[in-house]
């Protein structure tokens, strides 16, 4: 009786733990688990029938978007602001999911997602042996709605795989992406200094590096401290999207929105669009740049360079002397320079009859007062000042004769802004050119 109760028990027990290994996955052969977790995230893949947006920012820098169709056979066809002509072709490549310490999508024969991992520095502007240290293998993390949040297995760069819509995936059919690069492109060559407004009266200043595809916000805070603040950009279908958010003032922005109609940027601060405007020289003061060891200590005047008139006092002072150059020699550059030791360097490049290249350095010290205005006093010259000195006079004289007020000067060519100091008896008489460290 003993015996038959408990070969009653074991069978009841054996009958309880075989319902439960059909119940609880959790028994099932580690490979059985993981080829269904394998084929649940390809039928994921697959099943976005328009297709997917994806983003990277690699390690050494840049951003880059991607469009990714998937199908079942283990083939995959994108493509990807990384240029112009890969934002218009399709690139069929294949595909496969791997099980490695996690589930890992890997990209295996090459497309436009390896450009950026190209060893070739040539390629994708990094490092020769490292590319931009990007990934073309990805480890699912999570999931929250329609975005799949990924991690590269090599570099651990994220990538963040979103279902694309159906008005998206006929945009992106229709070269959409390199749309808004051109668009970009032409917004940049109109805009030369495009600006955000915080609060009453703070102007940020909106770099954007399309080579380094890096976008810059620069600003002097309630202080008078100099702010500065970068991020990786990639293009999206309706502006940029930054690798990390930025933040001015008490501000902060992830991306960068593009109106097709006002052919303008703009971003969303608190529900309300606030446009990216623009300015005709920097919006940032050149004052707090320029001097002894900061962003600029010299301003250059070069004839050839250089859009002259734009100071007729200081244009006639400089034809002058150049017409009074003796012996056949041209005048072709003055370039101010702040030094150290509290001097301000003249120089002048000029040429003589047999075509070479000289120079002549005049030496003042200067002093800057509390209002910011600069007092320049001649000091001496050099021996190239003896033959040429005389007729640079208009020009020497003309920093000995008045205090200066450092301000950019509005370049009608298409070039930059130059810096410029400004006389403070005359706002229309003064010296500029291009800035230089």
């Not at 059919?173 to 009453?200: C, E, H, Q, R």
Request: charged share 15%.
């Amino acid at each position: 009786m003993k015996r038959f109760l408990l070969y009653i028990v074991l069978l009841a027990a054996g009958f309880i733990s075989g319902c439960k290994k059909d119940e609880n996955p959790i028994f099932d052969a580690p490979d059985t688990r993981l080829a269904a977790t394998l084929s649940e995230h390809q039928a994921e893949l697959v099943a976005a029938e328009n297709g997917w947006k994806a983003t990277i920012y690699p390690k050494l820098g840049k951003g880059f978007s991607f469009y990714i169709k998937f199908d079942a056979d283990g083939k995959v066809k994108m493509l990807s602001d990384f240029n112009a002509s890969t934002a218009v072709t399709f690139q069929e490549s294949t595909y496969r999911l791997k099980a490695l310490q996690f589930p890992t999508l890997m990209f295996d024969t090459y497309n436009y997602i390896h450009l950026p991992s190209d060893p070739n520095g040539s390629v994708n502007g990094g490092t020769n042996g490292k590319g931009l240290t990007s990934d073309f293998e990805f480890a699912f993390i999570e999931k929250v709605g329609d975005t799949l949040k990924m991690s590269g297995i090599v570099n651990a760069n994220p990538m963040f795989m979103v279902k694309a819509t159906a008005a998206e995936a006929t945009a992106f059919n229709a070269g959409g992406i390199k749309t808004m690069m051109d668009a970009n492109t032409a917004f940049l060559s109109v805009n030369k200094f495009p600006y955000l407004v915080s609060g009453v009266d703070m102007k940020v200043s909106v770099t954007m590096d399309v080579a380094s595809k890096k976008l810059t916000l620069s600003y002097i805070d309630e202080k008078g401290a100099s702010k500065v603040s970068s991020a990786a950009f990639a293009f999206a279908l309706n502006g940029i999207s930054l690798s990390v958010p930025l933040t001015y003032g008490t501000t902060t922005i992830k991306d960068l929105f593009w109106d097709t109609d006002a052919k303008q940027y703009y971003v969303n601060v608190g529900g309300k669009r606030s446009n990216v405007l623009n300015a005709t020289v920097p919006v940032l003061p050149l004052a707090p740049l320029f001097g002894p060891l900061k962003d600029y200590s010299q301003i250059e005047y070069n004839v050839a360079t250089v859009t002259a008139g734009l100071s007729s006092d200081f244009n006639n002072k400089l034809v002058a002397a150049r017409a009074a150059m003796p012996g056949g020699r041209i005048l072709d550059k003055a370039t101010l320079k702040l030094n150290i030791d509290n001097t301000m360097s003249l120089t002048y490049t000029y040429r003589n009859a047999a075509g070479s290249t000289l120079l002549s350095v005049m030496t003042y010290s200067f002093t800057k007062d509390t209002n910011g205005e600069y007092s320049f006093t001649y000091l001496t010259t050099d021996g190239n000042g003896a033959t040429v000195g005389p007729a640079l006079t208009p020009i020497t004289n003309y920093f000995s004769s008045s205090k200066f007020k450092l301000d950019w000067v509005a370049n009608p060519a298409s070039g930059g802004a130059y810096g410029g100091l400004y006389s403070t008896t005359d706002n229309a008489s003064f010296f500029y050119g291009n800035l230089i460290k």
